[in-house]
């Protein structure tokens, strides 16, 4: 069965830092590209940034770069996302997701098959 499992959301002040793990099983590691998206209430799901598993390529959208940086552990079939500097509207349910290997990676969400439960990150100002 696939299975992933995000953790390390939590209550934070703004201007602090958050690192993000999706733990995942079920599936060989090397095969999939790993997403991770938020959705804020009242907003549509959005791609934040992915990891390409042919050659480990990334990818961000225009309103995280520079602050979120994602990485992955083949060793513990795990895919981290770092977030620094974070900011109020950053506030969302943060989730990853696996994708059959593509040459890079996308953050379209209907090209995924397997999505975690998600991880609440608020920022308070």
């Known amino acids: 069965e696939v299975q992933l499992v995000e953790s390390g959301g939590g209550l934070v002040q703004a201007g602090e830092s958050l690192r993000l793990s999706c733990a995942t099983s079920?599936?060989?590691?090397?095969?999939?590209?790993i997403g991770w998206f938020r959705q804020a209430p009242g907003n549509e799901r959005e791609g934040v940034s992915c990891i390409s598993a042919s050659d480990g390529s990334t990818r961000y959208a225009d309103s995280v770069k520079g602050r979120f940086t994602i990485s992955k552990d083949n060793s513990k079939n795990t895919v981290y996302l770092q977030i620094k500097s974070l900011k109020p509207e950053d506030t969302a349910v943060y989730y990853c997701a696996a994708d059959e290997a593509a040459a890079t990676c996308s953050t379209g969400i209907k090209d995924y098959d397997y999505w975690g439960q998600g991880t609440q990150v608020t920022v308070s100002s």
């Open positions: 079920g599936f060989v590691f090397d095969d999939y590209s």
